[in-house]
């Protein structure tokens, strides 16, 4: 029985792994080859050594884990606590910089790039990490921080800092992060860095038609 369950135990692992390369080819256009993905991606270093490090975590295994993830750390420059629960076709593109938290929660299909720290805001021995849906593109550099729950189909743009909620379909950009764009789906699950729009620009440019449309009021009682 025994026997049969480590066949199955190694049977799913390598399919997680062949799950894991194949996301690679269908998020990267630099994914050339089989040899490129498997020697020269940290993200996917880091990934696996996780998974194997994330079941002797769960089998209370003391030290080993966290020193499996602190020298893949060193090696990739990405740390990623045993104790995070990630899903199915994560993706760390370029992977420098990244951290990601004890008791944070990482769902299917969520890309994120270089520079993202899904942390926390206190030293609380529960849920303090943030908790990522489905389908969602965390931007480079972005921080999202507490324990606090991103809805699916969320895109976060590079550098912005989020501490609050966020809806599902929803496009987030800024410090603090707000919500610019709302029921945003884009179907090829690509974050168009380059067409997010800026609150503050669109704030002030509000603020600018209204004092043209006062000024022209004003005009008009001084002719009369």
């Excluded at 740390?79 to 899903?87: C, K, N, R, S, Y």
């Excluded at 908790?131 to 743009?157: M, P, Q, S, Y």
């Amino acid at each position: 029985m025994s026997e049969n369950n480590n066949k199955n135990l190694i049977k799913r692992a390598i399919e997680r792994v062949k799950e894991d390369v194949g996301v690679i080819y269908e998020k990267d256009p630099a994914a050339k080859n089989i040899l490129e993905v498997i020697f020269c991606y940290p993200g996917l270093h880091a990934l696996i050594t996780y998974r194997m490090a994330h079941k002797l975590w769960c089998w209370k295994v003391p030290f080993i884990p966290r020193f499996m993830t602190y020298l893949t750390r060193i090696i990739t420059g990405i740390e990623i606590h045993p104790g995070a629960q990630i899903g199915k076709r994560f993706f760390i593109d370029h992977g420098e910089g990244v951290v990601i938290g004890e008791t944070a929660i990482i769902k299917d299909d969520v890309l994120i790039y270089q520079q993202v720290t899904l942390g926390g805001t206190g030293k609380d021995e529960v849920k303090r990490h943030p908790t990522i849906g489905n389908n969602v593109i965390v931007g480079a550099g972005a921080k999202v921080l507490g324990n606090i729950e991103i809805g699916d189909f969320v895109r976060i743009g590079a550098g912005s800092v989020v501490i609050n909620d966020v809806p599902e379909h929803c496009t987030v950009i800024g410090v603090p992060g707000r919500v610019v764009k709302q029921k945003f789906y884009n179907s090829d699950g690509v974050l168009q860095h380059n067409r997010i729009p800026d609150p503050v620009t669109c704030e002030l440019n509000r603020t600018k038609y209204e004092i043209l449309d006062l000024k022209e009021r004003v005009a008009k009682l001084e002719n009369r």
